[in-house]
């Protein structure tokens, strides 16, 4: 993620990485192949609009004003062809990327400058709601 890369100049640099930040350093990783342990990664599309959570085999994407969500088995179907959101037999993984992105929206701090149509918190229906209902 973007968000490891102040972490890893920090690393490099020998400095301490301030209180708050979300990333981690990089270093372990480049230098010695060392995973970073993380369950997923989660990537924000433009102004907030959407949201992704990239697991080891999934990922899953949910809209700040649609209640549409996707799901994509990345292992089966690399090309993101086959959306699973629906699918009963998946309705599991579908929950767990759903805690996913909880997760990580629960530990943002949302700069004030963000207007309120693209702040996942205050949701404008749809998914958001959903996640922030715990629904």
């Known amino acids: 993620s973007g968000l490891d890369l102040f972490p890893t100049i920090c690393d490099y640099w020998n400095l ?3 209180d708050g930040v ?3 350093s990089l270093r372990g990783l480049l230098e010695a192949g060392r995973p970073l342990g993380r369950k997923y990664v989660a990537v924000e599309g433009h102004h907030g609009i959407g949201q992704a959570i990239r697991s080891r ?3 899953y994407i949910a809209f700040n004003d649609d209640d549409a ?3 994509f088995n990345l292992t ?3 090309d ?3 959306n699973l959101a629906e699918s009963t037999e998946h309705a599991a993984v ?3 990327h759903r805690g996913y992105l909880k997760e990580w929206l629960s530990g943002l701090e949302v700069a004030p ?3 309120a149509a693209y702040r996942w918190s205050q949701g404008r229906g749809g998914t958001s709601a959903r996640l922030r209902g715990g629904a």
């Open 16 to 18: 301490p990485v301030p």
């Open 94 to 96: 579908l929950e767990e």
């Open 80 to 82: 993101e062809t086959v």
């Open 22 to 24: 979300k990333g981690a």
């Open 113 to 115: 400058s963000v207007p």
């Open 69 to 71: 969500e996707m799901l």
């Open 76 to 78: 089966e179907d690399p």
């Open 57 to 59: 085999h999934y990922k």
